[in-house]
Structure formats: C-alpha cells, structure tokens
C-alpha cells in the first residue's frame, strides 16, 4: 500500500477535524474533536510491553566497527535491568539526574531508560558543548546548573578535558577510555550487576508526573533553561501521534536517524515513536555536514526505513547525492512510508525537489508531512496528517490538546494547553510562572493563523516567531519566517539558508550562505543567480514587507560553536546577526560585493 491512496484511508490516517471557539476577546481556541485516549503509565512501559511480547524482534542497532551492533526487544530490557540495578547500588542522590554528554548510542540509550525505569531524571546535553570547542566555560555552567548525580560519555579521550575542569565530585562514566581518567569508570562495568526485585520496585513506584527527563533549551543568549519532562507529558504525546497516524498500530516504524537525543525532535519524538509501537531504531552517526552526509545516505539505503525524520537542511544536503545516483535514490526512497521535515520550515523549492526524484525514481510521488511544538510540548502540537501541496501548512492540532490565538500586533500569537504541556522548568519558579497566561496556555513565542477560517480542519499556517519579527523605518512589518522560505526557494539551489536583515531600516536584507556547491561556483555567476532571485522576489509583489532590495554572500559557513547554527543544523537568526554585525553593516551600506536585484533584461537571460 505504498501509493498515495492509502493517505486517504482512515485506518491508516485520521480525517482532518477541527473545532473553534471563539471568544468574546477575540481570541480563538482550536480543538480536535477526538478525545485523547488512554497512554502509557510512564516510558518504561512501552519497553516492559515489547520485551515481552516480541523478545525477538529488532529494537536497536548502531555501527560497530566494520559490523553492526545490534540489540532486539528482549536483550535491550535485559541490558536496561542490569545498568538500573548498578544505578540503584550507587545510592546516587534522588533528585539529581544522570547527565550525558555524548552522542546518540547504544550505551547511551541504556544508562537514560536505566535511569528512567527506576524513576529518576535523565539529562542529554548537546555535544558540541564539549565536541566542537576548547573553551568549556557553557558546558562547565550547565553542569553547574544540574548539579548531576553521575555524568556519562562516550570516549574519555573527546569528552574527559570537558568532565576535568567541571568542578563536580560526582561518578563519571566512560564507554571508552576510563583507565586514562582517574576515578571514572567503565560503562561495562553498569552491565555487570545481576538485576534484583529492587529495580521492579522502583519501576512500581513511578506515577505519569515523575520527572522522566530534563532538556535544555538552546541558550544562545546564556545560560540554557532547563525543561521538566515527566512520563505524562511524553506517553500520553504519542497517544496523540498515534491517534493521527493510525498506521503506526498496523506497520512498526524502522528510522534511520542522527537527530540527537539532546532535543525533543530526536530524544522524544523520534525516539519514543519507536519505543511506544516496537519498532526499530538505527542510530546513524551521519550528520547534515560535508563529510558525514554521506554516512547518512549510506545508512538510508542499507537500512532502508520507514519513515525519514530530518530538518530541512539536511534533506537539502543529501538530495544531491541522491539526484545524481538513481539506484541509491530508489533504496532510500522505497520503503518510505512518510519523509517529514521539523525544526525549520521546508522551502518549496526543496518540497519540489523530493518530489520530483520520487516521480523518477519510483514512478509515484512520496508523502510529504511535518508538525509543530516545542521542548516544553513533549513535543507535537499539531501534525499534518493529510496529503498536502506544498510547505507552509504545520497540520492541524492534535486530540487532548488546545491551541489558542491570541492578537499580537499584526500577527496572531499561539498558546497551548493539554497534558502534553511541561510542568515548568528546573528551580526557576518566577521563570516558569511568565511562560504561562492566566488561564494556563503555554506561551511558545511562535505565530499562526487557519489556512482557510471556514474549513478550521485545514489546518494552521506557520507565521514565524513574534520576536522575530521586525519594522522598517517605513511602519512596515516584516514577517521574517515566511520571508526567509521564499527567499530560499528564490535563491534555490545555491542557499543553504538565509538570514534577514533590515531592522530601523528602510529596505530589507539578506545574508546568504551559499551551499558548498555554490561556494566553488566563479563568484559573478553566483552573484547574477542572487540578482535574478532578488528581481524575481520583487516581481511577485508585497511591497517592501517581502521584497529584499540587497544581498551579501557569507564566505564563513554557520558557526556551530557561536552558537550560529545548532547541531539539528538549523540557523539562530538572532545569532548571526549578533556575530556579523559588521556584515550587515556593510550589506546596508552598498559596501563592495553587496548585490542587486537584476535589471529586467537580465533577468529574462
């Protein structure tokens, strides 16, 4: 059933519904009109269920040397026991958590559901914290911040200098390397203990509002806000997906994914998706990066999943590999059911390139869906579960969810409320008291409006973040998310990605960062292809609000360690124009190499 008839089929996909209340001050509130249904008493249900039920079957795998490493249902919750029972002979404080340092791994994933099944808090910290930098003052605060109970790596060798300097006394855990670091230990040492009745015990005890897990917020301006997840909010959130995607209870989901676990696309959405519905999950050590995209695509067509999660820059990466070799195209494409695109908007010029390979490759176009949330959300608000056109569109909202549009100047503001909602954020009363309205909703920060008022089911279009959004000296707004996907699509296929400038000015800029494929090209040629994209932009109207008037081509890509681009791979906008404050300087004063929109005659060439 790999046509796209099955999307219309509500065994397999939910129909789009919706309600609306609106409200005497304006503001709106959707709803779906399906209950939300029973969910899971914590995360370690899912894992007791499945062990049980298909000992067997795959559950996770990961490269190991020239080989896989592979663990089914039954020896992952074996492995689980034996590292929560070394957990519980530590005697580690109660209400400190077990921070990870590394990336995705097998190891990883056994020490955070050790941690979760005995009731206790986990803690991913991004590793470009200690990877990508020798300054280790971020991640020496955040450490600070969470005052760990034990903290955990994968190498001593990448991850030890980081541990050193943390002034902590606590127990540090290494997969490699722990004889070079006096006092660590090694993680083979965790699955060494026999499991006792003492580890169901602890299991026993955990209610649906025990903390499950604590994430980071990305911090680009200090210290990152620690965000409680409890079992509740992360069992009863793939209720909700599962209610929208009805084939999750008929085909188990197989990912191939890097998305770290640091985040709640990779760690929670990702990750619990597998876990809830006994799939499999193969943790892939590609990223969207020159270099490592191309482990990526070869772990796509070796595996070949079910679903492709990733963020819309590293689709954009790996669609050249893919164009340019039809037989690897056809194995990673085959077998999709879905390919959805978070964490940043996909360009439609992207949207239209996916669907064009498909159509070559496999002679079908493939189902192209995203949703919306946040960290504080568990993490799906809304999901698209219907065919859609093009890019734009975040879906409708979930069951046991409620979305309200409040008026924010000219935009509409989203809040939230339902049990997927976060409780709060670590130790920080007052700030979890502003992230709230009187009446409960979560202020996510974000805008949107229907897609079509009288059709409420067609779901909400993304309009950006509020504070994103900026004025030109004329009173004009510029709706910086919206802007940036088309000027993308305009530059395409030479963008990576694109930051907007313009703010107390009176036209609008843009800073672009060509892709690698771009950056070889003789520069006037790149140039006249970001003049003609300009002139077009200009061409399709909104007056100044979506008509860039000057561009500058970046020659350094995104900063990792600036915090300029996270590791999802998407930009911080707010980042970047903080950093290169003197590029945006000389893109609004004509300064050598800035470009303008091409003259009608050459935009016809």
């Not at 963020?311 to 990466?317: A, I, L, N, W």
């Not at 974000?446 to 059709?455: E, I, K, N, V």
Request: charged share 20%; hydrophobic share 45%.
């Amino acid at each position: 059933m790999r046509t796209l008839d099955w999307l219309n089929d509500p065994d397999w996909l939910a129909p789009p519904a919706a309600t609306v209340e609106h409200r005497a001050d304006g503001s709106a509130v959707l709803r779906s009109p399906e209950p939300l249904g029973a969910y899971a008493r914590c995360v370690g249900e899912w894992l007791e269920h499945w062990a049980a039920h298909t000992p067997e079957a795959p559950a996770v795998a990961e490269r190991a040397g020239a080989g896989w490493r592979r663990l089914t249902w039954g020896e992952l919750r074996a492995q689980v026991g034996r590292v929560a029972q070394s957990l519980l002979d530590m005697k580690l404080p109660a209400d400190a958590p077990v921070v990870v340092l590394s990336d995705n791994a097998i190891d990883h994933l056994l020490l955070v559901l050790a941690t979760q099944h005995i009731g206790r808090a986990s803690c991913t910290v991004s590793s470009a914290y200690c990877r990508l930098t020798k300054e280790y003052s971020k991640v020496h605060g955040i450490l600070q911040t969470l005052q760990p109970a034990l903290v955990y790596a994968s190498d001593a060798a990448v991850y030890g200098p980081a541990i050193a300097g943390s002034g902590l006394n606590v127990p540090v855990v290494f997969s490699q390397g722990a004889d070079m670091v006096p006092g660590a230990l090694p993680f083979a040492q965790l699955l060494a203990s026999d499991e006792t009745p003492a580890v169901r015990a602890a299991f026993a005890a955990i209610t649906p509002d025990t903390t499950a897990k604590y994430l980071l917020t990305s911090g680009s301006t200090g210290t990152p806000k620690v965000v409680i997840n409890t079992h509740r909010m992360l069992c009863a959130n793939q209720q909700m997906i599962a209610q929208a995607w009805r084939f999750l209870r008929r085909e188990k989901p197989v990912l191939v994914d890097w998305l770290p676990w640091s985040h709640t696309f990779g760690g929670n959405h990702n990750l619990h998706m597998v876990m809830c519905h006994g799939g499999t999950l193969v943790i892939d050590e590609g990223r969207p990066a020159p270099g490592l995209v191309e482990k990526t695509v070869a772990n796509l067509a070796a595996e070949q999943p079910t679903i492709w999660f990733n963020v819309p820059r590293g689709f954009d990466m790996v669609l050249p590999l893919l164009e340019a070799d039809d037989a690897l195209a056809r194995r990673v494409l085959g077998r999709l059911r879905a390919v959805f695109y978070a964490g940043a908007a996909l360009p439609q010029a992207s949207w239209e390139r996916l669907q064009t390979l498909a159509r070559r490759v496999l002679g079908r176009e493939i189902w192209l869906t995203t949703s919306w949330g946040s960290t504080e959300t568990a993490p799906a608000v809304t999901s698209a579960h219907w065919r859609m056109e093009r890019a734009g569109v975040i879906g409708g909202v979930l069951p046991g969810v409620e979305l309200k549009f409040v008026s924010n100047g000219e935009k509409q503001e989203l809040r939230i409320r339902g049990v997927n909602i976060f409780p709060g954020y670590r130790n920080a009363p007052a700030l979890s008291a502003q992230a709230f309205d009187g009446e409960g909703y979560y202020c996510i920060g974000d805008a949107g409006f229907l897609a079509d008022p009288q059709r409420p089911e067609a779901g909400v279009v993304f309009n950006g973040r509020v504070a994103e959004d900026f004025k030109l000296t004329t009173g004009t707004w510029v709706s910086v998310g919206t802007l940036r996907l088309r000027v993308v699509s305009a530059f395409a296929p030479h963008a990576q990605d694109v930051v907007i400038t313009g703010h107390d000015r009176d036209q609008i800029g843009v800073l672009v960062f060509p892709t690698p494929a771009a950056a070889q090209l003789p520069r006037e040629a790149l140039h006249a292809h970001i003049a003609r994209g300009l002139a077009t932009l200009c061409a399709d109207g909104g007056g100044s609000s979506q008509s860039p008037a000057r561009a500058l081509v970046l020659d350094e890509p995104p900063s990792a360690d600036a915090g300029e681009i996270t590791d999802k791979g998407y930009l911080n906008q707010r980042a970047v124009l903080h950093r290169r404050a003197a590029q945006v300087e000389a893109l609004h004063a004509d300064a050598p190499g800035v470009i303008r929109p091409a003259t009608p005659e050459k935009v016809a060439r």
